[in-house]
């Protein structure tokens, strides 16, 4: 199980990163269900951890625009298991989306300093 907190009506999960070099930073990130990728970092971020480049993507967003961004892998720490998954190097704050969600439930209680949950559905 996962946990997280309400935020200023955002639902908020800090995510371990794995980096290269073999040490970690934690970094929260907004739950997003409305961004069906992995994860997005802003692109000075990105830069910052030196993460993988792997591809420039089109990426449609919330107003059905398209932007072309660059995807990185990033290695993360997920309900205590290493994955490696795509990040788009995109925006300014960092959103974790519902391809990261898939076979897991998400509960929040939406309230100021409320429980966000996330666990394997069995």
Request: hydrophobic share 50%.
């Amino acid at each position: 199980m996962i946990h997280g907190t309400v935020v200023g009506l955002q639902a908020r999960m800090s995510v371990l990163v794995r980096l290269e070099d073999k040490s970690h930073v934690e970094i929260e990130f907004v739950i997003d269900t409305g961004f069906e990728g992995f994860l997005t970092l802003p692109p000075d971020l990105v830069a910052k951890l030196s993460l993988p480049y792997i591809a420039k993507i089109q990426a449609n967003l919330a107003d059905n625009s398209k932007t072309t961004t660059n995807a990185h892998a990033i290695k993360i720490v997920w309900n205590g298991a290493e994955r490696e998954v795509i990040v788009l190097a995109m925006g300014r704050r960092p959103l974790l989306g519902t391809a990261l969600l898939v076979d897991y439930h998400l509960s929040i209680d939406f309230y100021e300093g409320g429980t966000v949950l996330v666990d394997e559905i069995l």
